[in-house]
C-alpha cells in the first residue's frame, strides 16, 4: 500500500493530483470524523489522520482539507502573529495549497492573486523567477516547499523582493535539514534517483540549511526565524498534530 501511493505522488502529474485531492476529501472524509485529532484550518475532528511522505510519517495528513502539519501551525500563526485576518491585504500565493486555497477564497478582506506554472488552482501561470506583476504590488506574499525546485533559487527570492510593497511581507518555508549549517546543492546531482538519496525528493535540486536565513537576507529582506512552537503546549501540538520542529521564516521587506 505504502509503495503504490509514492508511485502515484511521483508518477501522477500535480496537477491532476490536485484535481484528485477534492474529490478524494469529499468521498473518503467523512469516514474519518471523530475526536482525536484537529484541524483548524477546515475546523473538523477525526479520530485519525492520513499518514503521508518520505518516510511516511504517522498521523499527519487531514482527511478535511489535506492540510499537513507545517499548514497547520502556519495557519495559527497568522491568527495570532500578524495582520493576516485583520486589514484588507492583497496577497499573492505562489503554489497555492488546497488546505489554504478554499478558506482564503472567502476571506472579505483579501484581495487573492494565485500563480503557478501548473497547478489548476492558479489563476495566473508564471515562473516564480519571472513574475508577471508590477513592482511594489502585493502586501502579503506566501511561497511555501518551492524554492527547493527552482535551479536559480536567488532569482526567485529576488522576485519576491521585488513585487512587494515596502514593509509588506511574506512567509516562504522550505524543507530544513536543521542538522545542516549550510545549504547542500551539486548540480552533477541530476537523476531522480540521486536526487531523493540527496535532497530528499526526486524534483529537488538542493538541501537547506540553517544558512536558509542567510540566503534571504541576502536577496534584501529582513528575516525573523520563529520557532513558534515553543509557545504551544505539549497537548496542543498533539491534538492539532503539528511538527516536531519547524522555524517559520518571516520576512519583511
Same mark, same amino acid.
Given at each position: 500500500?505504502?509503495?503504490?501511493?509514492?508511485?502515484?505522488?511521483?508518477?501522477?502529474?500535480?496537477?491532476?493530483?490536485?484535481? &484528485?485531492?477534492? +474529490? #478524494?476529501? =469529499?468521498?473518503?472524509?467523512? $469516514? %474519518?470524523?471523530?475526536?482525536?485529532?484537529?484541524?483548524? @484550518?477546515?475546523?473538523?475532528?477525526?479520530?485519525?489522520?492520513?499518514?503521508?511522505?518520505?518516510?511516511?510519517?504517522?498521523?499527519?495528513?487531514?482527511?478535511?482539507?489535506?492540510?499537513?502539519?507545517?499548514?497547520? &501551525?502556519?495557519? +495559527? #500563526?497568522? =491568527?495570532?502573529?500578524?495582520? $493576516? %485576518?485583520?486589514?484588507?491585504?492583497?496577497?499573492?500565493? @505562489?503554489?497555492?495549497?488546497?488546505?489554504?486555497?478554499?478558506?482564503?477564497?472567502?476571506?472579505?478582506?483579501?484581495?487573492?492573486?494565485?500563480?503557478?506554472?501548473?497547478?489548476?488552482?492558479?489563476?495566473?501561470?508564471?515562473?516564480?523567477?519571472?513574475?508577471?506583476?508590477?513592482?511594489?504590488? %502585493?502586501?502579503?506574499?506566501?511561497?511555501?516547499?518551492?524554492?527547493?525546485?527552482?535551479?536559480?533559487?536567488?532569482?526567485?527570492?529576488?522576485?519576491?523582493?521585488?513585487?512587494?510593497?515596502?514593509?509588506?511581507?511574506?512567509?516562504?518555508?522550505?524543507?530544513?535539514?536543521?542538522?545542516?549549517?549550510?545549504?547542500?546543492?551539486?548540480?552533477?546531482?541530476?537523476?531522480?534517483?540521486?536526487?531523493?538519496?540527496?535532497?530528499?525528493?526526486?524534483?529537488?535540486?538542493?538541501?537547506?540549511?540553517?544558512?536558509?536565513?542567510?540566503?534571504?537576507?541576502?536577496?534584501?529582506?529582513?528575516?525573523?526565524?520563529?520557532?513558534?512552537?515553543?509557545?504551544?503546549?505539549?497537548?496542543?501540538?498533539?491534538?492539532?498534530?503539528?511538527?516536531?520542529?519547524?522555524?517559520?521564516?518571516?520576512?519583511?521587506?
Amino acid at each position: 500500500m505504502k509503495s503504490a501511493k509514492l508511485f502515484l505522488i511521483n508518477k501522477i502529474p500535480r496537477k491532476y493530483l490536485i484535481i &484528485l485531492s477534492f +474529490l #478524494f476529501v =469529499k468521498i473518503f472524509s467523512i $469516514f %474519518f470524523y471523530g475526536h482525536k485529532f484537529y484541524c483548524p @484550518i477546515c475546523q473538523k475532528s477525526f479520530w485519525k489522520f492520513f499518514d503521508y511522505g518520505r518516510p511516511i510519517r504517522k498521523n499527519v495528513l487531514c482527511p478535511g482539507c489535506l492540510s499537513l502539519e507545517r499548514h497547520r &501551525l502556519l495557519w +495559527l #500563526f497568522f =491568527k495570532d502573529k500578524t495582520n $493576516f %485576518f485583520k486589514d484588507n491585504i492583497r496577497l499573492l500565493h @505562489i503554489a497555492p495549497e488546497q488546505a489554504f486555497y478554499k478558506k482564503i477564497k472567502k476571506m472579505n478582506n483579501v484581495d487573492y492573486v494565485t500563480s503557478d506554472l501548473e497547478s489548476p488552482l492558479a489563476q495566473v501561470k508564471a515562473d516564480i523567477k519571472n513574475l508577471p506583476f508590477d513592482d511594489n504590488e %502585493f502586501d502579503v506574499l506566501i511561497c511555501n516547499h518551492v524554492l527547493e525546485h527552482i535551479d536559480d533559487d536567488k532569482k526567485a527570492m529576488q522576485e519576491i523582493w521585488r513585487v512587494l510593497k515596502p514593509n509588506a511581507w511574506a512567509i516562504v518555508q522550505v524543507p530544513m535539514d536543521f542538522s545542516r549549517i549550510k545549504t547542500f546543492e551539486d548540480k552533477n546531482i541530476t537523476s531522480p534517483k540521486d536526487r531523493e538519496k540527496y535532497f530528499g525528493q526526486h524534483d529537488h535540486l538542493r538541501l537547506y540549511g540553517l544558512d536558509y536565513k542567510d540566503r534571504l537576507e541576502q536577496a534584501g529582506f529582513k528575516v525573523d526565524a520563529i520557532d513558534y512552537l515553543t509557545l504551544l503546549s505539549d497537548n496542543r501540538k498533539k491534538y492539532l498534530a503539528l511538527p516536531k520542529k519547524e522555524l517559520i521564516y518571516l520576512l519583511r521587506k
